[in-house]
Nanobody, 119 residues
């Protein structure tokens, strides 16, 4: 089992920045890839970014490339999402999720944190 807790959401003006954190507990964190997903009202959940256990090869959705950066500190069992140049369309509930290495399904999810970007 892995427990995930997101933090760092809030209200920010367009063009501003936020850093989200995803703190994990349970099994060996470095064995898990972690992804960030988001869901806006009346829209399907969408992939934002992911990072494997070693911290290499991050992936990003086209909509956030060049603005968002994912990183992880395995010593602190935490994954970060630095969000810069925020846009109103980035408004959503952001979730972190974890999948064990070698698997394709994100089995563990956090409760989400609200990010609201005002224009």
């Amino acid at each position: 089992q892995v427990q995930l807790v997101e933090s760092g959401g809030g209200l920010v003006q367009a063009g501003g920045s936020l850093r989200l954190s995803c703190a994990a507990s349970g099994r060996t964190f470095s064995h898990f890839a972690v992804g960030w997903f988001r869901q806006a009202p009346k829209r399907a959940r969408e992939f934002v970014t992911s990072i494997i256990g070693t911290g290499d090869s991050p992936r990003y959705a086209d909509s956030v490339k060049g603005r968002f950066t994912i990183s992880r500190d395995n010593a602190k069992n935490t994954v970060y999402l630095q969000m810069n140049s925020l846009k109103p369309e980035d408004t959503a509930v952001y979730y972190c999720a974890a999948r064990y290495r070698g698997t394709t399904t994100y089995e563990y999810w956090g409760q989400g944190t609200q990010v609201t970007v005002s224009s």
